[in-house]
DNA sequence: CCAGAGTACATGCATTTGCATCTACTTTGA
DNA sequence: TCAAAGTAGATGCAAATGCATGTACTCTGG
C-alpha cells in the first residue's frame, strides 16, 4: 500500500515531491535572475546593492539593522557589511550607531539613494512584467506567492539558521 | 473600466501582480538556500560545486558542454570555467574536446564524481525534505512545481540572453 | 556587581567571481 | 572559396566574497 488518501486532504508529501519542488523552484530562480541581472537598469549598480537599496525602501522610518538586512539577502555577514560600506561611499546610504545598543548599526536610505532605488525600480519592475508576461496568468501568480510567501514563512519560523 | 474578466478566465496580470510573485519567489529561494548553504554535507564542497555535478548526473550519457552546463546554473561562463576546471583537479569530472564542435568541451562525471555527488545529495535531499516538512502538503508542492516549471519555461523559451 | 558567555559588526587574508579580452574554431554569404 | 562575423571557452586582472578572527558591547547567573 503506498500514499493514503481521501478526497478531501492531500497526502503528506514525500521526500521527493519536496526536492522537486525545491529543484523547479530554484531552477526558475536562475533563469528569471539571469535575465534581470543583465538588464541595463543595473549597469551602474549590481542587483544585489539594488536588493538592499529596495529592502531598505520598504522598511520602518529609522532603517534597518545590518543583521535584519542580512536576513532578506544572500550573503555572509561580513559581505553585506562591505557591501554597505560601499553604498555609503556612494553616498546611497548612512551608517550611524543603533539607539538602544551599542554594538548595533542602524542603515538608512539618503536622499539620494531613495531616488536611485526609485529610478531602477520602475525600469526593474518593468523588466519583471515583461519576462513574466505570457507565462502565468493573474491567477496562477497570485498561487505562486501564495506558495513561497508560505514556504518562506515556514522556514523562517521553523528553521533557525 | 478596469480588469475585464468571466468566471472561466482568469484576468490578465498586473505589473504589480508579477513584480509580487517575484519578489516572493526570490525571499523564499534566499530563505531556503541559506539554510541549505549551512547544511553540513556542504562542508568539502560548495553547494555551486555540488549543483554541477547533480546537474551532470542527471544528463545525457556522455556528458555536457561548458554552455549547456551555464544555463543551469547562476554563473559567468569565465567563474564556471574555472569552477569545473577546480572540479578536474578534485577528480570529479573530466574535461575532454566535444566530437563535433572543435572548440567544445564536454564534461562528464567521474566515477568519483559520481559517488561524490550521491552520497551528498542523500544527505541534501534529507536537509530539504527536513526544511519543507509541514510547510506545503503534497497537492502544493506539485502546484508550487508546476508553477515554477511553467514560469521558468515560458523565460528560457521567449526571453534569450 | 561582575565574570563569563553571547551578540553585532569590522577586518585580514585567501578564494571566488566577473569583466574585458584573447585564441581557436565554425558559420555565413557574396 | 574565402573573408567577415559569430561562437566556445580560457585567461589576466580587479573586485567581491567568505572564513576565521578581532573588538566592542550586552546579557546572564551567582
Redesign the pocket.
Known amino acids: 500500500m503506498n500514499a493514503p488518501s481521501s478526497a478531501t486532504t492531500s497526502p503528506a508529501p514525500s521526500v521527493r515531491d519536496a526536492a522537486e519542488a525545491w529543484e523547479s523552484l530554484f531552477r526558475a530562480q536562475v533563469a528569471v535572475m539571469r535575465r534581470l541581472?543583465a538588464d541595463p537598469a543595473?549597469r551602474g549598480l549590481?542587483i544585489?546593492?539594488y536588493d538592499v537599496l529596495f529592502t531598505l525602501s520598504g522598511c520602518p522610518e529609522s532603517g534597518l539593522?545590518?543583521?535584519?538586512?542580512?536576513d532578506h539577502v544572500?550573503?555572509?555577514?561580513?559581505?553585506?557589511?562591505?557591501?554597505?560600506?560601499?553604498l555609503e561611499r556612494k553616498g546611497l546610504v548612512t551608517?550611524r550607531a543603533?539607539p538602544?545598543?551599542?554594538?548595533?548599526?542602524?542603515?538608512t536610505l539618503t536622499e539620494a539613494g531613495r531616488e536611485t532605488q526609485r529610478r531602477i525600480g520602475r525600469e526593474h519592475v518593468r523588466e519583471i512584467a515583461r519576462l513574466f508576461g505570457g507565462a502565468l496568468d493573474a491567477e496562477e501568480l497570485a498561487e505562486l506567492k501564495r506558495l513561497t510567501a508560505k514556504l518562506r514563512e515556514h522556514v523562517v519560523e521553523n528553521h533557525p539558521l
Chains 1, 2 share one sequence.
Do not use: M
Not at 538602544?100 to 542603515?107: F, T, V
Open positions: 541581472q543595473f549590481g544585489k546593492e539593522r545590518l543583521n535584519e538586512l542580512n544572500l550573503l555572509a555577514q561580513s559581505s553585506l557589511s562591505r557591501l554597505v560600506e560601499r551608517r543603533a538602544d545598543d551599542a554594538r548595533g548599526i542602524l542603515i
